[in-house]
């Protein structure tokens, strides 16, 4: 350990950070949680279901590959839950899966590309695409001193300036539940979040993101109005395709855009 006031540890970071900024983009792992919504991506870029995925025996996740110009893509998806056989939406399996995917695919970058709900008080409407600036949790409640703030785990997404002024997609903060439906406690805890659109998986796959060292993106298209008179449900199910449509359009322009670049070029 440097004596306290040595700054060469300091310096030593610095430098590895700024090897990480230079670095280009080879590897990505694209993170999509229902089927719905991944498999334009897949047939858009012609990826092949892996056989081998890399992920542990048993489990229900499924990995496809391909190669698109100068990129190694990767796009997981939790699958079915074995059994009630609807896709493995939410936080755990998201978490899981990010680390495993990162573990066995070494990725430059993860995209995490789904749909959300969005609030029309910040600006979202139906068919919206967001890019996260930000994520935290707004149903880990732990009322005490620090742990609150560890429960709201607010994490920055990797920082984009270039791809945001390229492809002018919209900008918001995110903030992630393990519910489709918003309870008083949820909605009081989203707004001291200062969420534009809500999830569930996005401020897991930064947690873990963020543990891997590994820098992630968060790309949403909003289904449902969560501050309106339509029931969420209701409206998610109506407008999934539609907005699937306008998310795959987003994904593309992102892959499209980071080829061939590095980390600090977006």
């Known amino acids: 350990m440097a004596p306290h006031g040595d700054g060469s540890e300091a310096s030593q970071e610095a430098v590895v950070a700024q090897d990480e900024t230079s670095r280009c983009i080879s590897t990505v792992v694209i993170i999509i949680a229902m089927k719905?919504?991944?498999?334009?991506?897949?047939?858009?870029?012609?990826?092949?279901?892996?056989?081998?995925?890399?992920?542990?025996?048993?489990?229900?996740?499924?990995?496809?590959?391909?190669?698109?110009?100068?990129?190694?893509?990767n796009l997981v998806w939790p699958g079915k839950d074995s059994t009630l056989g609807v896709d493995s939406v939410g936080t755990v399996s998201a978490a899981l899966m990010t680390f495993a995917?990162?573990?066995?695919?070494?990725?430059?970058?993860?995209?995490?590309?789904?749909?959300?709900?969005?609030?029309?008080?910040?600006?979202a409407g139906i068919g919206d695409v967001f890019l996260a600036s930000h994520v935290a949790f707004h149903d880990r409640r732990i009322p005490?001193?620090?742990?609150?703030?560890?429960?709201?785990?607010?994490?920055?997404a990797c920082s984009t300036p270039n791809l945001l002024k390229e492809l002018?997609?919209?900008?918001?903060?995110?903030s992630t539940g393990d519910s489709l439906d918003m309870s008083p406690h949820d909605e009081?805890?989203?707004?001291?979040?200062?969420?534009?659109?809500?999830?569930m998986e996005g401020a897991a796959i930064a947690y873990v993101a963020d543990l891997?060292?590994?820098?992630?993106?968060?790309?949403?298209?909003?289904?449902?109005?969560?501050?309106?008179?339509?029931?969420?449900?209701?409206?998610?199910?109506?407008?999934?395709?539609?907005?699937?449509?306008?998310l795959d359009q987003a994904v593309n322009q992102v892959i499209e855009f980071i080829n061939g670049k590095c980390l600090s070029e977006l």
């Open 188 to 199: 009081t805890a989203i707004t001291a979040n200062d969420a534009t659109v809500k999830d």
């Open 144 to 156: 005490i001193p620090v742990f609150d703030l560890y429960g709201v785990g607010q994490r920055q």
């Open 101 to 123: 995917a990162i573990q066995a695919l070494q990725p430059d970058l993860i995209i995490n590309a789904g749909t959300a709900g969005g609030f029309k008080a910040k600006g």
């Open 168 to 174: 002018n997609l919209k900008v918001g903060r995110l």
């Open 212 to 246: 891997l060292k590994v820098p992630a993106i968060f790309i949403k298209a909003v289904t449902d109005v969560v501050d309106a008179d339509k029931p969420a449900a209701e409206e998610f199910l109506q407008n999934l395709a539609t907005v699937t449509a306008a």
């Open 36 to 73: 719905t919504e991944a498999l334009p991506v897949v047939n858009k870029f012609q990826l092949k279901e892996e056989p081998d995925s890399g992920f542990p025996k048993g489990v229900p996740w499924v990995r496809y590959h391909g190669v698109y110009k100068d990129l190694n893509i």
